[in-house]
């Protein structure tokens, strides 16, 4: 250590030879992946050979010192893979749900033609008031305002008008799918 700490190379040379199959071991036991294993020793003595001063003989054994940080580094790496394996699988997830078909123009077209017909069998103060929330995008608030109706009532009519299109458009839909 003393020789690595004053920048002699061959040092670092000679503890790679000593401690790597160790460390190699440690990691590729944590990590489960050879090419992991590899990076995390590498790290373990790029680290020794840039920062050799973190090394405290009075805390122990320098076998035990490179142990240790193999052992954090494979768990770290082990994370991280864990992290990209999740965010591909929801970039796949994702990508794939955009490649679904849209549903048929005319199938679409349908849909609208019944929920309009639905929405015309509504009693008219029910049916302004969802013409007010869903088709112009008042707030409740803003549909009681419009119709000059408290706004408990108009939470009312819209929970209504909702109860009844579904009662009425949920058949369809099962027919439908």
């Known amino acids: 250590m003393a020789r690595l700490a ?94 679904e078909p849209a549903p048929d123009a005319t199938e679409a077209v349908g849909l609208v033609d019944l929920v309009q017909q639905a929405i015309g069998r509504l009693p008219a103060a029910q049916r302004r008031a969802v013409e007010l929330a869903y088709f112009e ?9 419009v119709l000059g109706i408290p706004e408990g009532t108009a939470k009312s009519r819209l929970r209504l008008a909702q109860a009844k299109l579904s009662e009425w458009l949920a058949p369809q839909f099962l027919e439908m799918a």
Do not use: N
Request: hydrophobic letters at 35%; one cysteine or more.
């Open 137 to 145: 995008g008042c707030t409740q608030s803003e549909v009681a305002s």
């Open 6 to 99: 004053a920048g002699d190379d061959e040092a670092v040379e000679e503890l790679f030879d000593r401690y790597a199959p160790l460390l190699y071991g440690l990691a590729r036991r944590i990590t489960g992946a050879r090419q992991l294993a590899e990076e995390v020793v590498q790290e373990v003595f790029t680290t020794l050979w840039t920062h050799p001063d973190r090394f405290d003989p009075s805390r122990g054994t320098l076998r035990a010192y490179l142990g240790v940080q193999a052992h954090r580094r494979s768990v770290d790496a082990v994370r991280r893979e864990v992290r990209r394996t999740a965010h591909e699988d929801r970039l796949l997830a994702l990508s794939s749900a955009e490649r």
